[in-house]
């Protein structure tokens, strides 16, 4: 390919990207904190229950293998 083209390319890819982000419609700052803060609270939950079911299977399993 010839330098002009791949040039050409470039500028066509990053000006549909431009278009593209033009498109999106950002959230505003209270549904941001919202969406952010219910992320956050269901991430640590599942935390949570996830190393409780470890321990009780660790514990299971070391009260079986005695």
């Known amino acids: 390919m010839s330098e002009k083209t791949e040039k050409a390319q470039k500028k066509s890819w990053f000006k549909g990207l431009n278009t593209e982000f033009k498109k999106v419609?950002?959230?505003d700052k209270n549904t941001l904190v919202k969406q952010t803060t219910a992320v956050?609270?269901?991430s640590i939950?599942?935390?949570?229950?996830?190393t409780?079911?470890?321990?009780?299977?660790k514990y299971g399993i070391d009260f079986l293998v005695r």
């Open 45 to 50: 939950l599942l935390g949570a229950l996830i």
């Open 52 to 57: 409780v079911i470890d321990a009780i299977l």
């Open 40 to 42: 956050v609270s269901v």
């Open 25 to 27: 419609v950002w959230p």
